[in-house]
């Protein structure tokens, strides 16, 4: 009944405003939206970020529906933006028990949107309608220096200029939003990557993992400064060895964080899918706030 009812205003919306009204809601709306917020105070946002001609059309409906799912629903199919992309790409290997997803992680001087570890390691840059390519190559680059596999997740409306500016190695996943429904697809597979840089990898770790890591090739570490423990296991250890425990350190960094969005995953909202990540909080104390 609740999704009859916010298709029903969206459709509302639709006739009274225009693609760039719209457009310009989505990025105000997103800017204010907090999962904190109770639906009082998150319906009182949602119509004063309203274009004014829309502000009457609410209030038929504040008490029929979720204001979260409201702002999910109008996110999907109006403003698609790089956090739901990366919910709704990393929903499709929720049922993988041998694997992880994570979220957001610097990796030389660009911050990786996506990254998976299933035996193999996987980066996944993300580039929607919104967003502009000019980093890209750069990205990429620092990506393949420490990750198997690299892929460009592109609105349709990127993918020929964004090929032009990747290594062939790299994969192409397209996306395209159907009316709400976003729908990838596989333009190009990533080829294994061969030249990666076990001094970036260790770079990507903090003191503690880099101990660790050392613990488990067995180094003898003299240094206590990242520079020294980074050097004394590049020293002591082959990429080979450095490439394994750099997986299994990530895979057990982030394997609490990726089974709480697996175990709620039916409770949480695209939009709020890496808060729920990054804090591991409980989806049954949101959503429900009066």
Known sequence: MGTLIVDELLSEIEKNSTQQERYEYGTRMYSSYSIFDSAHILWGKIILEAPRILKNIFSDYVKLISPYEFVNAYMYKYYANESIIKSVFSRKHLNRDD???FFEMNVGKSRLDL????????AYEIKTEFDSLTKLEKQVNDYFQVFEYVYIIV???????????????????????????IIFNYKRKSQKNNTINP?????????????????????????NSKTELISEINAGLDKMKINKYFKEILKKKYQSKWQNIR??????????????????LEPNIFYNLE
């Open 199 to 223: 001094l970036f990898q260790l770079e990507v770790l903090n003191k503690i993992e880099l101990k660790y890591l050392a613990k488990q090739g067995e180094v003898n570490l003299k240094g």
């Open 115 to 122: 990254a998976r570890i299933n035996g193999h390691s996987s």
């Open 155 to 181: 609105n349709r409306k990127h993918t020929d200029r964004a090929i032009e500016m990747i290594p062939t190695e790299c994969g192409v996943i397209e996306y395209k939003n159907n009316d709400g429904r």
């Open 99 to 101: 694997e992880i997803t």
């Open 263 to 280: 175990k709620h995953s039916l409770q949480i909202n695209d939009v709020d899918t890496q808060l729920f990540f990054k804090n591991e």
